[in-house]
């Protein structure tokens, strides 16, 4: 017997398009499913000001394949000089939807980034006042601070104190990876929602450390321990609609992966929909998938869910891509580690 589910079509709250041939590469993957995605600014340069984020959204449309219906969700790039006033009209013009905040040196092109979190009080204050989302890379820098605890550092000593000096801050928590962080969603108001990527949800470190290291396991935030793992799982097929898909689909090409000092990302949009369909079927909750993937995202945000579907559809493993090739070199897709039995159907 076939097993189907239709949901509404999905959004990735947490996507990496970068620009230029990568972006005309890339940006098929993503439009085949999801109808809309928060884009990240980590460009070089970043996108900082409304002008730069208005000029990328161009280059998006711009890369657009035919007949796609892909609405790209803008994003600025918070730095110490951001300027208050420029945010608010950006958002208010619909251009921009929220602010990302990359403590500097935390992850890929971040080195613009807030060292100083008192610099960028006038800002939050501006968007907690306009009721803007604050994208959140939780990870701590400090060099005595080991990275697999980098996330559960930052929880205490930044993400907490900037929540309490700006009440009424929307923050999302990207790409979280612990057990803490969890938590702390849980814990607070709804004004906190979480991102939770698809390959999170799949490896843990041993993944990319057990047998030979696996660069195209490394991202950032890392992979933590198996307790964690499964404490992402628990928490994105609860139903708390504090949780949602951000794919965090990150493409490097093989080259800068697969190097002595290899760059942090999965790339993850070719066949995230049925890697999570058979996470959400492992768990015993498929009937959940469809808050994850494109109810909770929308409602934290204030949007309308999609008005289309897609189905998945259960059957013989799927072919997928190793690899897609772009302009500018091949860009290896997630291995999952096994075989994907969902197909996904786009209803017309
Ligand atoms: N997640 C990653 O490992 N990399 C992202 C940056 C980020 O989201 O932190 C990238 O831009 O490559
Ligand atoms: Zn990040
Ligand atoms: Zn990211």
């Known amino acids: ?173 990207e790409h979280v990876t612990t057990r803490d962080a969890v938590d702390y969603v849980q814990s607070n108001p709804a004004d906190l929602g979480a991102t939770i990527t698809t390959h999170h949800l799949i490896i843990n470190r041993n993944h990319m450390l057990v047998g030979g290291i696996r660069p195209h396991y490394y991202c950032l935030p890392v992979a933590k321990r198996e307790s964690h793992r499964q404490a992402l799982v628990a928490a994105a097929t609860s139903g708390d609609a504090r949780f949602f898909l951000g794919t965090d689909s990150a493409p490097h090409t093989d080259p800068n992966k697969e190097s002595a000092c290899g760059c942090a990302g999965v790339f993850s949009a070719t066949n995230t929909m049925s890697c999570l369909a058979e996470v959400f079927e492992a768990a015993g909750a498929l009937e959940r998938l469809e808050g994850f993937a494109s109810l909770n995202g929308p409602a934290f945000y204030g949007l309308p869910p999609n008005d289309t579907r897609i189905t998945l559809i259960k059957g013989d493993p799927i072919a997928y891509p190793d690899k897609i090739h772009t302009g500018d070199g091949p860009v290896t897709v997630f291995d999952p580690g096994f075989p994907l039995r969902w197909r996904i159907e786009v209803d017309a």
Request: proline share 8%; aromatic share 6%; hydrophobic share 45%.
């Open 1 to 173: 017997m076939t097993q189907e589910l239709t949901i509404r079509r999905p959004d990735d709250w947490h996507l990496h398009l970068r620009d230029g041939a990568m972006l005309q590469g890339v940006l098929p993957e993503t439009t085949r499913h999801f109808a809309r995605a928060i884009v990240m600014p980590n460009l070089v340069p970043p996108v900082v000001t409304g002008a730069d984020a208005a000029a990328y959204r161009d280059r998006i449309m711009a890369a657009m394949p035919d007949g796609a219906t892909f609405t790209p969700l803008m994003t600025l790039y918070l730095t110490e000089d951001t300027d208050p006033d420029d945010v608010a009209a950006a958002h208010a013009s619909g251009l921009v939807t929220s602010v990302k905040l990359y403590p500097a040196g935390a992850t890929t092109n971040s080195a613009s980034g807030v060292r100083d979190f008192d610099k960028v009080r006038p800002v939050l204050e501006k968007m907690a006042e306009i009721g803007m989302p604050l994208c959140v890379h939780g990870e701590v820098v400090d060099a005595d601070i080991d990275i697999f605890d980098r996330e559960a550092v930052f929880i205490d000593r930044v993400l907490d104190p900037i929540r309490r000096t700006t009440p009424g801050l929307r923050v999302v928590m």
